[in-house]
């Protein structure tokens, strides 16, 4: 770089010196930090490994291993009532086919004083492994389980998911694909997972996802359901509230603690209501399902005598004309059934009912949110539900030929399936998006077709 020329004839510049203002020596911010970081995690630090049970009874049956699960629950990551000692065995005493198998992850301590305990639960149903279908393990849902995540202790999710498909890597017996199917798409079970999986550089399809309703706690659930009704709506909420109060003396009940035997006249009240409805109609009610009544009647008496259970309704008369069933998990809650007596639907008893739920969830000082376990889309839980969760199914294999392949396979085909999908909508609408007459009886307002993904 050149020297800048300077002018012998400019006077010479006085540079002051910079103050010093509060001076001191600088210091590393290391420096700043405690030399000992203060223990986040337990004593859990040791190995982990899977153990596989086949069987619910006897000496190496599920059932003895009650008391890790139950620990294992209450010390979840993301709570899962579902999946719990006393809604589980019932259902696979009921309604579970052959081939289960469960998955269990221990975790030892470095400690000699402190025992393994119980990381993760995944209760799989094998299928597949004849010709040329791969062997599958799914996680397993029956008709009145509506959440399948596995219960994973807090802490240890990213070991726990990398234990489990370790052992799905490299066991001979293990599958060639699993299926996670009515995942939790979000919180750290989920992050846990995807870090997992792209660290594995799994091959992973994402069978489905979509959002189902869900409602947090608010500091006033009046105006939380406010917000979440037009004006128009809630008037004539009030106008059916009225009417109805006309038919008789309208009360709300609830089933209280420490009411000895009263929880059975409820569960009979809440079956014979169902019954009567729609769903008994279809043959669709619990007390028609084969080996529903007996799971329904234990998962309610065990939940009522854990302090477990939600159960209320209106009654009219003091006949219940609606009434409906939760299961509380901490810090969370599941809404598990609802039932109402259609000779009253022109009243809307279920809405009434709902925004008594609302209420209750609010004055509840040990749940902060709700999930509604509905469908998609449900046309009265959306309207008066805020929030959302999102609910999504993974299918992953597990590195083996077969399982590449059927992943593989499945992707490609949903891909050209949805791309002559959208050129046929293309040729049918036209470059102006208006449908084309390709015949005189083609009707020019008939609705466009619509792809069906494949499962």
Same mark, same amino acid.
């Given at each position: 770089?050149?020297?800048?020329?300077?002018?012998?004839?400019?006077?010479?510049?006085?540079?002051?010196?910079?103050?010093?203002?509060?001076?001191?020596?600088?210091?590393?911010?290391?420096?700043?930090?405690?030399?000992?970081?203060?223990?986040?995690?337990?004593?859990?630090?040791?190995?982990?490994?899977?153990?596989?049970?086949?069987?619910?009874?006897?000496?190496?049956?599920?059932?003895?291993?009650?008391?890790?699960?139950?620990?294992?629950?209450?010390?979840?990551?993301?709570?899962?009532?579902?999946?719990?000692?006393?809604?589980?065995?019932?259902?696979?005493?009921?309604?579970?086919?052959?081939?289960?198998?469960?998955?269990?992850?221990?975790?030892?301590?470095?400690?000699?004083?402190?025992?393994?305990?119980?990381?993760?639960?995944?209760?799989?149903?094998?299928?597949?492994?004849?010709?040329?279908?791969?062997?599958?393990?799914?996680?397993?849902?029956?008709?009145?389980?509506?959440?399948?995540?596995?219960?994973?202790?807090?802490?240890?999710?990213?070991?726990?998911?990398?234990?489990?498909?370790?052992?799905?890597?490299?066991?001979?017996?293990?599958?060639?694909?699993?299926?996670?199917?009515?995942?939790?798409?979000?919180?750290?079970?989920?992050?846990?997972?995807?870090?997992?999986?792209?660290?594995?550089?799994?091959?992973?399809?994402?069978?489905?996802?979509?959002?189902?309703?869900?409602?947090?706690?608010?500091?006033?659930?009046?105006?939380?359901?406010?917000?979440?009704?037009?004006?128009?709506?809630?008037?004539?909420?009030?106008?059916?509230?009225?009417?109805?109060?006309?038919?008789?003396?309208?009360?709300?009940?609830?089933?209280?603690?420490?009411?000895?035997?009263?929880?059975?006249?409820?569960?009979?009240?809440?079956?014979?209501?169902?019954?009567?409805?729609?769903?008994?109609?279809?043959?669709?009610?619990? #007390?028609?399902?084969? $080996? /529903?009544?007996?799971?329904? %009647? *234990? =998962?309610? &008496? +065990?939940?009522?005598?854990?302090?477990?259970?939600?159960?209320?309704?209106?009654?009219?008369?003091?006949?219940?004309?609606?009434?409906?069933?939760?299961?509380?998990?901490?810090?969370?809650?599941?809404?598990?059934?609802?039932?109402?007596?259609?000779?009253?639907?022109?009243?809307?008893?279920?809405?009434?009912?709902?925004?008594?739920?609302?209420?209750?969830?609010?004055?509840?000082?040990?749940?902060?949110?709700?999930?509604?376990?509905?469908?998609?889309?449900?046309?009265?839980?959306?309207?008066?539900?805020?929030?959302?969760?999102t609910i999504q199914h993974l299918r992953i294999s597990t590195g083996r030929l077969l399982? #590449?392949?059927?992943? $593989? /396979?499945?992707?490609?085909? %949903? *891909? =050209?399936? &949805? +791309?002559?999908?959208?050129?046929?909508?293309?040729?049918?609408?036209?470059?102006?998006?208006?449908?084309?007459?390709?015949?005189?009886?083609?009707?020019?307002?008939?609705?466009?077709?619509?792809?069906?993904?494949?499962?």
């Open positions: 770089m050149a020297t800048p020329h300077l002018d012998p004839r400019a006077p010479p510049v006085s540079i002051a010196p910079v103050p010093v203002v509060a001076a001191k020596p600088a210091k590393s911010l290391v420096d700043l930090l405690p030399a000992t970081a203060p223990q986040t995690r337990d004593e859990l630090t040791g190995d982990l490994w899977v153990e596989i049970v086949e069987q619910l009874d006897g000496a190496n049956g599920l059932l003895n291993k009650v008391k890790d699960w139950d620990d294992l629950a209450a010390h979840a990551t993301e709570p899962n009532v579902f999946h719990e000692h006393w809604q589980l065995v019932p259902a696979i005493q009921q309604f579970a086919p052959e081939r289960c198998r469960f998955a269990l992850v221990y975790r030892r301590s470095k400690r000699q004083d402190v025992a393994p305990r119980l990381c993760g639960f995944f209760p799989f149903l094998e299928s597949g492994g004849r010709w040329l279908r791969p062997r599958r393990w799914t996680l397993w849902e029956h008709d009145y389980c509506y959440l399948s995540s596995p219960l994973v202790r807090q802490g240890h999710v990213v070991e726990t998911w990398q234990a489990l498909f370790d052992f799905l890597e490299q066991s001979k017996s293990a599958p060639a694909l699993v299926d996670l199917p009515c995942q939790g798409g979000e919180g750290e079970l989920a992050r846990a997972l995807t870090e997992v999986l792209f660290d594995r550089r799994a091959l992973v399809e994402n069978v489905e996802t979509h959002t189902r309703a869900l409602t947090q706690k608010s500091p006033d659930w009046a105006a939380y359901a406010a917000t979440a009704m037009s004006t128009h709506h809630r008037r004539e909420l009030r106008r059916l509230w009225r009417r109805l109060m006309e038919q008789g003396d309208l009360t709300e009940r609830a089933l209280s603690a420490n009411q000895g035997r009263a929880v059975e006249s409820w569960i009979d009240s809440f079956l014979h209501l169902e019954s009567q409805g729609w769903k008994g109609q279809q043959g669709s009610s619990v #007390n028609v399902t084969s $080996g /529903a009544e007996e799971y329904f %009647r *234990s =998962i309610v &008496r +065990s939940a009522y005598e854990r302090n477990r259970l939600q159960m209320f309704g209106l009654f009219l008369n003091g006949e219940p004309i609606a009434m409906k069933v939760n299961f509380l998990a901490a810090p969370g809650a599941f809404a598990f059934k609802i039932a109402y007596d259609e000779r009253f639907a022109k009243y809307s008893p279920g809405v009434q009912l709902e925004l008594d739920n609302l209420r209750r969830l609010q004055e509840s000082p040990e749940v902060a949110w709700m999930d509604s376990c509905a469908v998609p889309k449900h046309s009265m839980i959306n309207r008066l539900w805020k929030e959302r969760r399982g #590449n392949l059927e992943i $593989g /396979a499945r992707t490609l085909l %949903r *891909s =050209i399936r &949805r +791309s002559l999908m959208s050129k046929r909508v293309a040729v049918e609408t036209g470059p102006d998006n208006t449908p084309e007459t390709i015949s005189p009886q083609t009707p020019t307002d008939a609705p466009p077709s619509h792809s069906i993904p494949i499962q």
